[in-house]
């Protein structure tokens, strides 16, 4: 079995995968949501050591619940890079103590690849794929030709998809994360209540920007006398139609340069409706496979990692000592094509 471990950002997550038949025997994930909602956002330090209670006691309940035992373990997966650097560094050094203890290949992942084949967990991509990965720190669509082909091909030269949402609940006062709960009211609301404009990036076509539609709802809010039940839901509507038309709109442009047999959909955003919906529509007008991921996939978890691994090489210094993450066993630098890099830890 492929043990996977992802620590990335505010979930710890555990997952035992079979190498053979890749079935998922187990994909367990610890959320931090109560811990950081009384602060509105994710408090990196409270996350690690959130990380450092929980990881062996989920590690321990993952082997339980698989019916397994240390020796079942062959292979070592562990998210090292992007993420919240004291995150990482809980997972990445319980993977390299298991690793070193057991004498199993220790696998790196980038934590956006995973995301990216997350939709095809059970079975095996479509390539060439479009895959979208939209969550609450990334919003970026790769060409992928094979398992050692990505390239990214656009991204958020701002705010993420998620972020746009988790911001602008915050100005309705809905809490965090706010993307599930404006899903929610959204339903019963009014997409064509508010105006949005779609957003356009000087820098070129293959770019996407979220920062003007919270913008556009601040500006809302403050000449609206009362944000009533009823105004709520309508901008909630108006706000998820937004951001989706923009997402799909780039999927559709993206889709035009030809060459792609499948649409992709990923990350915590993905578990969007709205989204789901228009995705599905998109590729079915495109003729190309939709490759939507299943919801226990779509937030951070560990089997997209251990999943992942199977199609990466092990690094070969697993008992290093060294304290940062990502320079003795780094992941694979995605390549670029015409977009400018962002600082992604
Ligand atoms: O992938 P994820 O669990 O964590 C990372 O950001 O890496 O994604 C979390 C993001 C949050 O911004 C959250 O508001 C958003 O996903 N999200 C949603 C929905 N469910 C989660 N956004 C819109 N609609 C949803 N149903
Ligand atoms: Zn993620």
Redesign the pocket.
């Known amino acids: 079995m492929i043990l996977g471990i992802d620590t990335?950002?505010?979930?710890t997550s555990i997952a035992l995968l079979e190498r053979d038949s890749g079935r998922v025997a187990v994909n367990l994930i610890a959320s931090q949501i109560d811990l950081h909602a009384p602060h509105g956002g994710v408090v990196p330090e409270l996350a690690s050591r959130a990380h450092a209670e929980s990881l062996a006691p989920l590690f321990e309940e993952a082997l339980r619940r698989a019916n397994a035992s240390l020796h079942d373990i062959t292979t070592i997966a562990v998210t090292n890079t992007p993420g919240l650097i004291g995150c990482l560094l809980v997972g990445t050094s319980f993977a390299k103590a298991l690793a070193y203890r057991l004498n199993v290949p220790l696998v790196a992942i980038n934590h956006l690849e995973a995301?990216l084949f997350s939709p095809f967990i059970g079975g095996e991509p479509v390539f060439p794929f479009l895959g979208l990965v939209v969550?609450?720190?990334?919003t970026a669509f790769y060409r992928v030709a094979s398992w050692d082909d990505v390239t990214l091909v656009g991204q958020t030269v701002d705010d993420?998809?998620?972020?746009a949402?988790?911001k602008t609940?915050k100005l309705m006062g809905l809490g965090y994360?706010?993307?599930?709960v404006?899903?929610k009211l959204a339903q019963d609301g009014d997409a064509l209540a508010f105006a949005f404009a779609e957003p356009k990036v000087k820098m070129g076509a293959q770019y996407l920007s979220f920062s003007g539609i919270k913008t556009a709802v601040r500006y809302h809010i403050e000449k609206l006398p009362a944000l009533d039940e009823v105004v709520r839901r309508n901008l909630c509507a108006s706000l998820?139609h937004a951001i989706v038309s923009h997402l799909s709109r780039k999927a559709a442009y993206f889709l035009e340069q030809g060459g792609y047999s499948c649409l992709a959909l990923s990350?915590?955003?993905a578990?969007?409706?709205l989204?789901r919906a228009n995705f599905k529509t998109l590729a079915a007008e495109r003729s190309v496979t939709a490759a939507i991921v299943a919801p226990e996939y779509?937030?951070?978890n560990a089997a997209m990692v251990a999943y992942l691994a199977r199609h990466r090489p092990a690094v070969s210094d697993v008992c290093s000592l060294s304290t940062l993450p990502s320079k003795k066993i780094q992941a694979r630098e995605l390549k670029q094509c015409g977009v400018v890099s962002r600082e992604e830890t």
Do not use: K, T
Not at 160 to 163: F, L, N, T, V
């Open positions: 990335s950002c505010d979930e995301h969550s609450g720190g990334h993420a998809a998620g972020e949402f988790d609940a994360p706010g993307g599930p404006v899903d998820r990350g915590g955003v578990m969007n409706a989204l779509g937030a951070d």
